[in-house]
């Protein structure tokens, strides 16, 4: 099976404060941690686990700039063994769309059975995936927690629904799936691993190299500002030393039932 | 005039929560626009939602065949993208079947797509503003997009307040456009939700971590805490997607709904998808490092400080009373 990983570096917020800059165009980026999106790790994982199995190769793509052959290294890492940076001056500002066209023009130039990305990124928007599919006219499924190998025409897969079911399928193959996090866990990357694949070279390709026009890639949907989301009632926030806020909490616990 | 659809999902013979929260969308988008709501499945379940939606829109779509006994994108998707006429906008509520159907959609139609609005501006000339969300609801953004030749738009659950029913619209059996289903992806079973020996959902009080709590062996600072308090321990997605506890303790809406008298939300950042979870909770205690985490916006009681640091104290000033 040669499995295709869509990856995107993006600012890690499980360790990042995200804030708007003064004229609201961007998110202040200085000092931000970056790292590759979560949701693509688990993708990276996974088709490393199905290639365990039952045999294949898998290369990993990323749309961004030149630091992004930094997530490309990592999945390296991990065990994959190709990569591609999709990357030049057309890419700039692209919209979910435009992404999904690039990739789209970047699966045609391997022969791909199976092409994995994360369920969403940092913008939330969770429509590359089903974008790729739809241009490729292949089969998709979102959210997708279990993948099981059936034959070299179908898999068997599991998708997460609302209230902790889940979606059990049969999909054929070549096909699109969007992974959902915790379908598995992925391992841990060394320094040593990165240091590794440090000098490898990673082949780069620009808008020229995959036939795209600026016309192909003008974006649909724009975004005009970042704003400081607003806060509802919102909360009494305690203060104080710990012990105030403590006994504070205590007492507030006390009159709501919360403590036996 | 924009011909707007708002594709309504259901359930056992329900239609969606959010189907008159797309209504009160759809007017925001075009106040006079008459909107038709679509839906797919079998009968008799079918008949009996498009009846109810049928109270509260001008016209009902319904889509009906045995290969829709499940909900089934693959099927769904094109017969939409050749039944719908040019230039309507379609709106879906963002749950897991518009994450499914709704991209791939806006290909086949070639327009715009837009997910997870928060918020309409409105529309100025055919250039349509609208409200997300980025980075786990840290900061909104505005975005537009032209919708001349229509769009396809997915709207967070409970970010458009339910609108009112214009009352008998008439309902139009569309199940001649699905011709013969395209089956590149089969429905097998629905596997059920893991059990646990305790159901989250029936206790009065929830210390419910999340990413803070960094460790797996730290888990105990909370243990020791609902111990206290006589309540016991839940947890948010990352904490079962690291293996540390058990899917059935996960709150949100891929886990359980709770409703505890006090839900102690600890270390946990508040995406959407996790106070979706929470809604019916009469006081909610957060306490996160991160003063702009989203959950200090659903909180009654806010706490800045480090889980690890502030829950032993809490769990030492209670049991020493």
């Known amino acids: ?17 995200i804030e708007v800059n003064d004229a609201g165009t961007d998110i202040e980026r200085d000092d931000l941690v970056y790292s590759i999106n979560e949701w693509d790790n688990y ?9 365990d199995r039952v045999g294949g190769s898998v290369t990993v793509a990323a749309v961004g700039d030149d630091e992004s052959d930094e997530v490309l290294r990592r999945a390296m890492a991990m065990g994959v063994e190709n990569a591609m940076l999709l990357s030049g001056d057309a890419f700039a500002g692209l919209d979910g769309r435009g992404v999904a066209t690039v990739l789209q023009a970047a699966a045609k130039t391997k022969g791909i059975d199976l092409i994995l990305t994360g369920a969403q990124a940092d913008d939330g928007c969770a429509q590359v995936g089903g974008m790729l599919a739809a241009m490729l006219d292949q089969p998709f499924a979102s959210l997708v927690n279990m993948i099981e190998v059936e034959s070299d025409k179908t898999l068997k897969i599991g998708r997460e629904v609302e209230g902790g079911e889940q979606e059990i399928s049969r999909i054929e193959l070549p096909c699109v799936l969007s992974i959902q996090t915790g379908i598995n866990e992925p391992r841990y ?4 691993g990165i240091r590794k694949v440090a000098s490898v070279e990673i082949p780069t390709m620009d808008a020229a190299a995959l036939g795209l026009t600026a016309e192909a890639l003008a974006p649909q949907v724009e975004r005009l ?20 806020m403590v006994a504070k909490l205590i007492e507030m616990l006390q009159a709501k039932g919360g403590m036996k | 005039m924009t011909q707007i659809f708002a594709y309504i999902a259901h359930k056992d013979g329900v239609a969606d929560d959010t189907a008159l929260e797309l209504l009160t969308a759809a007017a925001a988008i075009a106040p006079n626009a008459p909107v038709t709501a679509i839906v797919a499945g079998n009968a008799p379940q079918l008949d009996a939602v498009a009846e109810a939606l049928a109270q509260g829109f001008a016209e009902v779509w319904k889509f009906s065949s045995d290969s829709l006994a499940q909900p089934n994108a693959e099927i769904i998707r094109p017969v939409l993208a050749s039944a719908l006429p040019a230039g309507s906008i379609v709106l879906m509520g963002h749950d897991t079947f518009a994450m499914d159907m709704a991209p791939g959609l806006s290909i086949k139609r070639d327009v715009p797509f837009v997910s997870d609005v928060v918020g309409v501006d409105g529309l100025a000339g055919d250039v349509l503003t609208l409200v997300r969300q980025e980075y786990g ?10 919708v001349a030749g229509g769009a396809v738009l997915t709207l967070r659950a409970g970010s458009f307040a339910p609108a009112e029913g214009a009352g008998s619209g008439q309902i139009v059996d569309k199940s001649g456009e699905i011709g013969e289903p395209a089956m590149r992806r089969v429905f097998l079973e629905m596997a059920a939700a893991e059990v646990d020996d305790v159901d989250i959902s029936k206790e009065d009080v929830l210390v419910s971590i999340g990413r803070g709590i960094g460790d ?3 888990i105990e600072i909370a243990q020791e805490l609902a111990e206290a308090m006589g309540g016991v321990v839940a947890c948010s997605r990352p904490i079962v997607d690291a293996r540390w506890m058990n899917r059935s303790r996960q709150v949100g809406t891929s886990g359980q709904t709770v409703k505890p008298k006090v839900y102690l939300a600890c270390g946990i950042s508040g995406s959407f998808q996790h106070l979706g979870g929470i809604k019916g909770s009469p006081f909610i205690v957060a306490i996160n490092t991160n003063p702009k985490a989203p959950i200090f916006q659903a909180a009654d009681v806010g706490i800045v400080a480090d889980i690890l640091d502030f829950l032993p104290e809490l769990t030492e000033a209670i049991n020493g009373e």
């Open chain 1, 1 to 17: 099976m040669d499995i295709l990983v869509c990856v995107k570096r993006v600012p890690d917020t499980s360790t990042n404060e």
């Open chain 1, 43 to 51: 993708a990276v994982e996974e088709a490393l686990q199905i290639v």
């Open chain 1, 189 to 192: 990357v060394g320094v040593r």
């Open chain 1, 225 to 244: 500002d970042y704003f400081t989301p607003e806060v509802g009632a919102g909360a009494e926030m305690l203060e104080g030393s710990t012990e105030e």
């Open chain 2, 137 to 146: 609801g840290q900061v909104s953004a505005h975005v537009q997009t032209n």
């Open chain 2, 216 to 218: 797996e062996e730290n």
